[in-house]
């Protein structure tokens, strides 16, 4: 709670319900059908790997079913997500991105 001054009026106002934004995971899904070559491309160019981790991250969604790319604010994992989907989907390939609270 605080108080507000305007005009030398004192108004009370609620405000005190800031804490730390959370953050979230960008997850990759495993399927049967994208090539593993195309996986490792949108890790490369979208997370910033280098082939060995973008490889590694690969092949543990490969043989685990999802894994982590990233961690980032709401605001950067959603237009993660929308651009790696919409990637895949332009290339023909079922590749699923997703978003999970921390
Ligand atoms: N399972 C795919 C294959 O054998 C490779 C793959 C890896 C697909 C990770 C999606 O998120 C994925 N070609």
Not at 75 to 99: D, G, I
Request: hydrophobic share 35%; net charge negative.
């Amino acid at each position: 709670h605080e108080r507000d001054y305007e005009h030398g009026i004192a108004v009370e106002s609620a405000k005190p319900k800031l804490g730390k934004p959370p953050m979230f995971q960008v997850v990759l899904i495993n399927d049967d059908y994208t090539p593993m070559d195309f996986v490792v491309e949108v890790l490369r160019s979208f997370f910033a790997m280098n082939q060995e981790q973008a490889v590694q991250v690969m092949l543990h969604v490969h043989t685990r079913g999802k894994g982590v790319c990233g961690v980032f604010s709401r605001e950067v994992a959603e237009t993660k997500v929308t651009q790696v989907n919409e990637y895949s989907r332009t290339h023909q390939h079922p590749l699923m991105c997703t978003m999970e609270k921390l």
